[in-house]
């Protein structure tokens, strides 16, 4: 049996219709933005596995730190004892987020951070004596797949068979500057129910790379804090560098009370989260009350590999070399854009930062099951480009460490799939 076989007698895939999906493609290495499969064939990962390999595929620096970290300490036990790899992850984190972010507390997921963040403003409400349960969402929200992140994320396919066991959400749209009234008046009615807001700032991944603009969010922002609403600024994947600044918190004029990473946080390599939250939200905590403690924590939690894989992340983040190339990428898709937009089987362009999304013209409505999408990946694999879409959404989100040269390769590819493509009416 090759590896392909073998995968499928053992392995159940994510997202994945187990009866009708094609043999999963066995890689064997990476190299930058490049992976390589067992044939020795080369893929473009222009969608960084999923938004997180920031600087390429096993990144020699973190390789490097990492194994290093490996012989000195690979785990310790975060209940009663510390290590020095999560006091200056946490210290040089703070240092970059806003002011008002002032405590870290550890996890392994985007998924479980949100959990954290909810659990943590949800408890605030009960250690300060007061009946908050409901959460406000954006439609098509997607915060993780665990059970209170899949709560406050749109109800679609994914949430369907749980539906009766979800949180109370009160859902609203993302802002444009037409319905920010009408958005106002809504949060107003729920005011004094809503516990918090979760939002993600900018982009709404998974819902297809919609986005909305930082006026429009500070403006909802500002309103969420005059009701004391308390807000969770899910940066999970717009932060470390995605929206073209190091977070999407850099755009906006109001800060929110709790924030959560992972994604990028550790370039990739580790699985880890994070949820930062402000003073106020910690004071809440204090207490001689036990009923009053954090009572959450993972049996991995500031594991000091996860950590260490961070810290050299992020240094390679703040490198004016990395710093470069962002700008390069986001002013290199700016001038693609402009042309995909004229493209006759282009719908709608969309752009923040290293993100660059488009939708395929198709008469039917977008969906994670629209066939055009998947046409497109296939045409893309066997140019050897891995561009995964969302429903007939295709997008860019590439590794920092694309070279422009790689990038004009990537744009006349799409170029031509699209000329290609047969755009069936139905
Ligand atoms: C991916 C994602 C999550 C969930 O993260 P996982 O690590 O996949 O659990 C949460 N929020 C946002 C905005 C995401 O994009």
Redesign the pocket.
């Known amino acids: 049996m090759n590896l392909s076989e073998r995968d499928r007698a053992v392995n159940w895939h994510p997202y994945t219709q187990m009866k009708t999906a094609e043999p999963d493609i066995p890689i064997v290495r990476g190299q930058g933005i490049y992976l390589f499969d067992e044939t020795g064939k080369r893929y473009m990962d222009v969608v960084s596995s999923?938004?997180i390999t920031l600087h390429g595929h096993a990144n020699p620096y973190i390789a490097k730190r990492v194994s290093e970290q490996l012989y000195t300490l690979e785990q310790v036990i975060f209940a009663g004892f510390t290590h020095e790899p999560a006091i200056r992850l946490s210290e040089n984190l703070l240092k970059l987020l806003p002011k008002n972010q002032e405590k870290v507390f550890y996890s392994d997921?985007?998924?479980?951070?949100?959990e954290v963040a909810l659990k943590m403003c949800i408890q605030f409400a009960y250690n300060t004596g007061k009946k908050k349960t409901k959460i406000l969402a954006f439609k098509n929200a997607?915060?993780?797949?665990?059970f209170g992140?899949m709560s406050v994320s749109g109800r679609s396919a994914w949430t369907q068979p749980f539906g009766e066991m979800l949180f109370e959400v009160v859902f609203i749209d993302p802002p444009t500057s037409e319905n920010l009234n009408e958005l106002k008046s809504i949060i107003e009615k729920h005011a004094e129910e809503l516990a918090c807001f979760i939002y993600?700032p900018l982009v709404q991944?998974?819902a297809g790379m919609l986005m909305h603009r930082p006026e429009d969010l500070s403006e909802l922002m500002r309103f969420c804090r005059q009701h004391d609403i308390l807000m969770i600024q899910?940066e999970?994947?717009?932060g470390f560098g995605r929206t073209g600044k190091l977070f999407a918190a850099d755009y906006l004029a109001e800060q929110p009370d709790i924030m959560?990473f992972?994604?990028g946080l550790t370039g990739g390599t580790m699985p880890m989260?994070i949820t930062t939250a402000s003073g106020r939200i910690f004071e809440a905590f204090l207490s001689d009350d036990r009923y009053k403690t954090l009572f959450h924590g993972h049996s991995f939690t500031a594991n000091p590999l996860a950590c260490t894989a961070a810290l050299a992340s992020m240094e390679l983040l703040l490198k004016e070399e990395t710093v470069n190339a962002v700008e390069t990428i986001c002013e290199k898709h700016h001038i693609f854009s402009k042309h995909l937009m004229h493209h006759p089987k282009v719908e709608q362009v969309r752009q923040t930062g290293t993100i660059l999304a488009w939708e395929i013209k198709n008469n039917s409505h977008t969906s994670y099951f629209n066939e055009i999408g998947k046409v497109a990946y296939r045409e893309f694999l066997t140019r050897g480009i891995i561009m995964r879409p969302l429903g007939n959404v295709l997008y860019l989100v590439p590794p920092f460490c694309i070279t422009p040269e790689e990038l004009d390769v990537v744009y006349r590819n799409i170029t031509e799939v699209l000329d290609e493509l047969e755009v069936r009416d139905q």
């Open positions: 999923w938004w997921n985007g998924s479980t951070a949100v997607y915060h993780g797949d665990t992140a993600e991944g998974a899910d999970v994947f717009t959560c992972s994604k989260g």
